[in-house]
């Protein structure tokens, strides 16, 4: 393998040392997080507060609070704390008691942020269980929702770049059959695979085995079932005959 090829320049130390630089761990997180035996039920009820005073000149976790007040202002205070402790427990060096309270969070209160969080959040959730959870279980079904996700994101975002809306049928080309794919793969057939119903079947099966990241996995899933702006609507509708062959 010819290294001077990769497609990301420095390969998997460059990607990696990326990674790194964003993992540097913030100056007191605590100051902004709740005790672990908080009242759940309290602070569901209490409001978020828009960001006081000049902003300009924050930086750090500082900077992270102005963001997420304005992002929640006026809504439930879960979902600053829900946003405060993925933001710490995406660095290095996270206190247990972070963990701690974010596991507590969705155990207790974890039908309302699956319900009411936009999918940005669900997404970063399922991430933060990939890196934190507390069984084998729930890392791979974080895991499994955040790649699928991630994906799901990084097509759609290569469609709308280049004008495609992502409800727009797919268009069978003529000599399409003789494009080879990447790995010189076996292409997915539209008219008969079912990879797509495999992934999603894996994922349901941890889904329903996973009591505390249920209501995520469900939300996340049935919404994916509902947007007809995927690739798995595409392929469903490419299948029940109202794609252009």
Same mark, same amino acid.
């Given at each position: 393998?010819d &290294?001077?090829?990769?497609i990301?320049?420095?390969g998997f130390?460059s990607?990696?040392?990326?990674r790194?630089?964003?993992?540097?761990?913030y100056?007191d997180?605590?100051?902004?997080?709740p005790?672990?035996?908080?009242?759940?039920d309290a602070?569901?009820?209490?409001?978020?507060?828009?960001?006081q005073?000049?902003?300009s000149? &924050?930086n750090?976790l500082?900077?992270?609070?102005v963001?997420?007040?304005a992002?929640?202002? @006026?809504q439930s205070q879960?979902?600053?704390?829900?946003?405060?402790?993925i933001a710490?427990?995406?660095?290095?060096?996270?206190?247990?008691?972070?963990?701690?309270l974010?596991h507590?969070l969705?155990?207790?209160?974890?039908?309302l942020?699956a319900?009411?969080?936009?999918?940005?959040w669900?997404?970063?959730?399922?991430?933060?269980f990939?890196?934190w959870?507390?069984?084998?279980?729930?890392?791979s079904l974080g895991?499994?929702?955040?790649?699928?996700?991630?994906m799901?994101?990084?097509?759609?975002?290569?469609?709308r770049?280049?004008?495609q809306? @992502?409800?727009?049928p797919?268009?069978?080309?003529? @000599?399409a059959?003789?494009?080879?794919i990447?790995?010189?793969?076996?292409p997915?057939?539209?008219?008969?695979g079912?990879?797509?119903?495999?992934?999603?079947?894996? &994922?349901?099966?941890l889904a329903?085995?996973?009591?505390?990241?249920?209501?995520l996995?469900?939300?996340?899933?049935?919404?994916l079932?509902m947007?007809?702006?995927?690739?798995?609507a595409r392929?469903?509708?490419?299948?029940?005959?109202? @794609?252009?062959?």
């Open positions: 393998m &290294l001077s090829e990769q990301y320049r420095g130390h990607v990696m040392k990326h790194d630089n964003k993992r540097i761990p100056t997180p605590q100051a902004y997080l005790a672990v035996d908080c009242d759940f602070l569901e009820v209490a409001v978020v507060t828009a960001p005073g000049d902003t000149e &924050l750090d500082a900077l992270r609070d963001e997420y007040r992002e929640f202002q @006026g879960l979902f600053y704390i829900h946003a405060m402790l710490n427990l995406r660095r290095d060096n996270a206190a247990p008691e972070t963990a701690a974010f507590r969705w155990a207790e209160k974890g039908r942020l319900e009411a969080l936009p999918m940005r669900r997404i970063s959730a399922a991430t933060t990939a890196d959870g507390v069984t084998m279980e729930q890392r895991m499994g929702l955040s790649v699928l996700f991630d799901i994101k990084f097509v759609e975002s290569e469609r770049f280049v004008g809306a @992502g409800d727009t797919l268009v069978r080309s003529d @000599g059959d003789q494009i080879s990447a790995f010189d793969m076996q997915y057939s539209f008219h008969r079912d990879l797509d119903r495999n992934m999603l079947a894996r &994922l349901w099966d329903e085995g996973e009591r505390v990241m249920f209501p996995a469900k939300a996340m899933l049935f919404a079932m947007d007809k702006r995927t690739i798995f392929a469903q509708a490419f299948k029940d005959g109202q @794609g252009r062959r």
